[in-house]
Antibody, heavy 120, light 107 residues
Framework: EVQLVQSGAEVKKPGESLKISCKGS????????IGWVRQMPGKGLEWMGIIYPGDSDTRYSPSFQGQVTISADKSISTAYLQWSSLKASDTAMYYC?????????????WGKGTTVTVSS | SYELTQPLSVSVALGQTARITCGGN??????VHWYQQKPGQAPVLVIY???NRPSGIPERFSGSNSGNTATLTISRAQAGDEADYYC??????????FGGGTKLTVL
């Protein structure tokens, strides 16, 4: 079964760093792009960026460029999303999703999401 | 940047047909994908590349795309179809773009 398993909920303070993960299984992890999607409380979906684990080619939405870092460790089939200094506005649900391709691709497999709460 | 416009809400009577639109400049030239998200759950792909259904998605779900509007059609709507629906495209300036989402209510 193809699946993406995300790390557990996080509660952090403003200014702290954080790295959440997304482990793929049931398919060739290095052959598909993996991306991250943010959903703030009560709001819609926002695409953040994408990485190709095969060669670590990474693309970001202009809205998130410089705000987060996307990485992957193909040896353990895991993608990451990290922040160096969290803000309260980073409070959201974060989903990872497998992308069928770079340009016209759709997101066919989703993780269950990781809740990030940033509060002092 | 490219923008997608969806109605905030659509209502449909049980067993009738719901149509959810997604507007964008010349969207007919792009591949449109649709996702269903039920409360407390991750999104699920229901239509890809305008009109294709992934395995496991009922035939009641269909899609079309032309001109400046893409449409997700749900025939014989069921209570279990109540959810938020999002359209999505790829654009060279912003990579992937989601519409704002439409809440479907089945009456």
């Amino acid at each position: 079964e193809v699946q993406l398993v995300q790390s557990g909920a996080e509660v952090k303070k403003p200014g702290e760093s954080l790295k959440i993960s997304c482990k793929g299984s049931g398919y060739s992890f290095t052959s598909y792009w993996i991306g991250w999607v943010r959903q703030m409380p009560g709001k819609g979906l926002e695409w953040m960026g994408i990485i190709y684990p095969g060669d670590s080619d990474t693309r970001y939405s202009p809205s998130f460029q410089g705000q987060v870092t996307i990485s992957a460790d193909k040896s353990i089939s895991t993608a990451y999303l990290q922040w160096s200094s969290l803000k309260a506005s980073d409070t959201a649900m974060y989903y990872c999703a497998r992308h069928s391709g770079l340009t016209t691709g759709y997101m066919d497999v989703w993780g269950k999401g990781t809740t990030v709460t940033v509060s002092s | 940047s490219y923008e997608l416009t969806q109605p905030l809400s659509v209502s449909v009577a049980l067993g009738q047909t719901a149509r959810i639109t997604c507007g964008g400049n010349n969207i007919g030239s792009k591949n449109v994908h649709w996702y269903q998200q039920k409360p407390g759950q991750a999104p699920v792909l229901v239509i890809y590349r305008d009109s294709n259904r992934p395995s496991g998605i009922p035939e009641r779900f269909s899609g079309s795309n032309s001109g400046n509007t893409a449409t997700l059609t749900i025939s014989r709507a069921q209570a279990g179809d109540e959810a938020d629906y999002y359209c999505q495209v790829w654009d060279s300036s912003t990579e992937r773009v989601f519409g704002g989402g439409t809440k479907l209510t089945v009456l």
